[in-house]
């Protein structure tokens, strides 16, 4: 099964999430409803600003265990690497 690990930002290098889906294109709308993680509704966290895709769920859970312990500025770095102004992903999909 696909997986999916990724980022939500509040704003330009404000808070970020992290999380890790099945479904991105379900999972991205529950946390915009408030269905999604407590800790990005409370913090604002609604904007797509990185993802990365994995052909095996459990890899992308070992990923997402692994971006947890990054300092900030690397989970920064690794945003700006492929989205430097922190845009809204979800353009992208179609969405």
Known sequence: ???YVYMLASQKR???YIGVTND???RI???RDGTGSKFAAKHGALRL???EEHFDIRDAIQRETSLKRYLRQWKIDLIEKTNPDWNE???GWGW
């Open 89 to 91: 992903l979800l353009r």
């Open 29 to 31: 709308p529950e946390h």
């Open 24 to 26: 991105l294109g379900r």
């Open 49 to 51: 600003v990185w993802y």
């Open 14 to 16: 404000g808070t970020i």
């Open 1 to 3: 099964m696909t997986g």
